[in-house]
């Protein structure tokens, strides 16, 4: 596997301010051989436009404030990608698939932090936004006889958002501190079972008490 990547980017910053943006071009190179009973040769090139970009502010005092936002590609497995049936269990069977293309992954972080040192106060918050397009889903036959014939397939994609928060104040200034955090996460994803489109939604919620 050979990963290339050419880029560029433009910055700004003033008076608390920073702005980034950018933009790349990556190629993912795959060379593979399988040997053991039939023998194929896997070579694929997969070029894909990488952007990013990212706002940061601490203008004002004690404040602080950013938004970003990312691509990534992830290119798939040289097993997944091989013309050839794996039986090395009888009962469940792999086929590769040659038409596989690369995972995009498109992910936004925003953040808020605020301090009031004088006080010992502090405040966090940040949000998280994962959403995926021609994500690597497993298809799988399960016929008569119980016998599962599964293959990696790009399919339209899962998504994730996590909420995230921090509280801390004093009891006794200097001696006794609280902090109380919390986080949310809600996911989605996908899965196909004879040809049957399943939807799984997940939901997870905590929370910290920590003195």
Do not use: C
Not at 78 to 94: A, G
């Amino acid at each position: 596997v050979q990963l290339h990547r050419l880029g560029t980017s433009l910055r700004y910053s003033s008076k608390g301010i920073n702005i980034s943006l950018g933009l790349a071009r990556q190629l993912f190179s795959l060379e593979g051989t399988v040997t053991g009973g039939i023998v194929s040769d896997v070579k694929r090139d997969f070029y894909n436009w990488i952007p990013n970009f990212s706002f940061n502010s601490s203008a004002r005092k004690n404040q602080y404030f950013n938004v970003n936002y990312s691509v990534s590609a992830r290119e798939p497995r040289i097993q997944d990608l091989q013309p050839v049936v794996d039986n090395s269990n009888p009962l469940y069977l792999r086929v590769g698939n040659p038409d596989l293309v690369p995972q995009i992954d498109h992910r936004v972080k925003l953040g808020f932090r605020k301090n009031k040192p004088v006080r010992f106060i502090n405040f966090k918050v940040n949000l998280n936004f994962n959403a995926s397009q021609n994500q690597f889903v497993q298809e799988q036959i399960v016929d008569s006889n119980l016998i599962t014939q599964s293959r990696t397939i790009n399919y339209k994609g899962g998504s994730n958002i996590g909420l995230w928060t921090n509280y801390g104040f004093p009891i006794i200034k200097t001696k006794l501190m609280v902090n109380v955090s919390g986080s949310s996460n809600l996911s989605r994803s996908f899965a196909l079972v004879n040809l049957v489109e399943n939807e799984t939604f997940s939901f997870n919620n905590s929370a910290n008490l920590r003195i």
